[in-house]
């Protein structure tokens, strides 16, 4: 199957900082560049910095960023996402991003991005946490793993560049 | 916002006779035709049929089929689906199908196709029924409401093309 | 197993006649005297009337009510609930009410009854339907059945005093 | 509101060891005798045994255990789950429990806990973790909070009776 790999990209919503923006936007450029289609939650901060980012991929073309939202409104969605699926089923929607994923890549993150990092471990998902990102992601990756789950440990890389060398392989 | 229209196609999954295939696949196609993106649940019958028949239009670009699956896994998708987003949540899904869209096409249906289109209602989302298409489609077709909230009228059209004439001039 | 059966109980939200209201009530006291536990949508109409007719029977106990809510928030149950489960979910709620169920009773309704008799059909529920009480309730209990789906047929009962008679049985 | 207390125990499912089991039936049966609601995902592990401690109590009657489960079938609940709610949504009925909580206590704990602890988080309950029992109940009780979101610190206790303390004041 030579399908696109889809991504899913998890990090804190709202407000965050120009160095949180800067590894969104790059994650979101090279991994349209490598032919990946984003999965997020379409609202604002990182889920709109990686969309944005996916936009100046020079291989970019309309239907590779995937909004999944936690309302019940198209209207809710950042405007960089091409394809907005509303759940309406608040933080469950969670589960949905993760499910939808190939692997899962996680930049910074407060409470939300814990829960689907522990979602994406209790799913089997591969998972990808960028170190030098801080928050969850960050302390996450230091343990490798979340419990006592037979499965691929959590893949710890510093740059955006080294995710991306992972999810090439894949 | 010039943004593709998203059409959520409904109809009867598993075995559906010749007829129906042909309906499924001629509106699949002709959607694509005028530029909207399917989002169907992802399973076989009408769902396999409507991405089939996209593949086939002329403008048909990669990305144009979305599916929504019950299941947790990404392989339970049809061959035919481009994005694939299992959401773990069996038949809850079929909210998230109505609530992707712009537009509700139902084509015949049992069961499950009836509980999108009253949800689909109660979201107050348009509804296109194909009246020859029969099942709960042809049934709810004539009834053209399903209870007293104040919405506009389901639109109850003989054939695809009356169906795709609605569309445009969204 | 002895455990007390769980009735769904599905019919219109927000204002509903007299009429209604006394056919509710009265379901909802038959059922506790005949120790059933009701579950329902939490809110107004049907669903208030049918918790506020349980408190009348003598055999009413503190937690014969569950209310499923559709919101995130406690306080959006009426004050005849005993048990609240806000499911934060929207309308998918409904696939939870009629999964909870050992057997399904609707009175009346409009789209939101009519996506839960549709689901309850799919899950293979036992479903009877109040004919006198008007609305998708008897629209759907004259056709007995949804689909082709092979299963037991929908029980079209004419008074409350019947449906009891036969989950009395179950 | 005079209510009883709704209180979700959240902690590892599967196999258990002695001591947990003994925290977790000691939290069971305190709760009850403080006239809480046991509010569970209804499997086994710390589900099972927290209802079968809740039995125990003096001031036990039928219907203090509620477990909401992650399958579609009533079949799938521990034999102390006296309120059976089948959610068919996976994973995402852990939004449901914590939703449903006054407090939400926390034992041992591996992924499925850690994302309920952080779903409790971002939905603004009251979080006690009971130290000793390890796991993330007892990491995250050191954090004292998820991330930078203004709202009342986690609540670290060592013992069952310390959370018993605090949550018959609430």
């Given at each position: 199957m030579n399908k696109i790999k889809q991504v899913a990209v998890i990090g804190k919503g709202g407000e965050i900082n120009e160095e949180l923006k800067k590894i969104a936007k790059e994650l979101g450029e090279k991994l349209v560049e490598n032919n990946c289609r984003i999965i997020c939650?379409?609202?604002?901060g990182i889920m709109k910095e990686v969309c944005k980012g996916a936009k100046?991929?020079?291989?970019?073309?309309?239907?590779?960023t995937v909004g999944i939202l936690?309302?019940?409104?198209?209207?809710?969605?950042?405007?960089?996402?091409d394809i907005v699926i509303p759940t309406g089923m608040s933080y469950a929607r969670n589960q949905i991003i993760v499910l939808s994923a190939d692997v899962v890549v996680g930049i910074g993150g407060g409470a939300g991005t814990l829960s689907e990092i522990a979602m994406a471990w209790q799913y089997g998902k591969k998972i990808i946490l960028?170190?030098?990102?801080?928050g969850w992601s960050e302390k996450i990756a230091k343990e490798e793993?979340?419990?006592?789950?037979?499965r691929e440990k959590i893949i710890r890389v510093k740059e955006v560049e080294e995710a991306i060398e992972i999810i090439r392989k894949i």
């Open positions: 939650g379409g609202r604002d100046k991929a020079k291989k970019y073309r309309e239907g590779m936690p309302t019940t409104k198209k209207e809710t969605a950042n405007e960089y996402v960028i170190e030098k990102s801080g793993k979340i419990d006592e789950k037979e």
